[in-house]
């Protein structure tokens, strides 16, 4: 199982980006997806997560200005962020709780996008 995250960018403050991660591989079930980001010298911290019914959560430093949304069909989940502050300034990772054809439920992490905002 692969997950691959895209869309991140450098953005001023106010501005918007898009981002997606799309899973792939041998997957039978994706119960949770979400986004997490990392900025230089703090820890992995929650943004957002969708469940499979579309459940969603989000850290309060984000509600109101992202969005989380998700295409079962396509196993890709996608985070719109607008209203940009320079705090947002980050690596975002992509993240899902997947059951693979034959293996039991794991925890996947996405490589690392990039998301610059400029004061």
């Known amino acids: 199982v692969q997950l691959q995250a895209s869309g991140g960018g450098l953005v001023q403050t106010g501005g918007y980006l898009r981002l997606s991660c799309a899973a792939s591989g041998s997957i039978l079930s994706i119960a949770i997806m979400g986004w997490y980001r990392q900025a230089p010298g703090n820890q992995r911290e929650l943004v957002a997560t969708?469940?499979?019914?579309?459940?969603?959560n989000y850290a309060d430093s984000v509600k109101g200005r992202f969005t989380i949304s998700r295409n079962n069909a396509k196993n890709t989940i996608y985070l719109q962020m607008n209203s940009l502050k320079p705090e947002d300034t980050a690596a975002y990772y992509c993240?899902?709780?997947?059951?693979?054809?034959?293996?039991?439920?794991?925890?996947?992490w996405g490589q690392g996008t990039l998301v610059t905002v400029s004061s």
């Open positions: 969708i469940t499979s019914r579309s459940s969603t």
């Open positions: 993240y899902a709780f997947v059951k693979p054809i034959s293996d039991s439920w794991e925890h996947y």
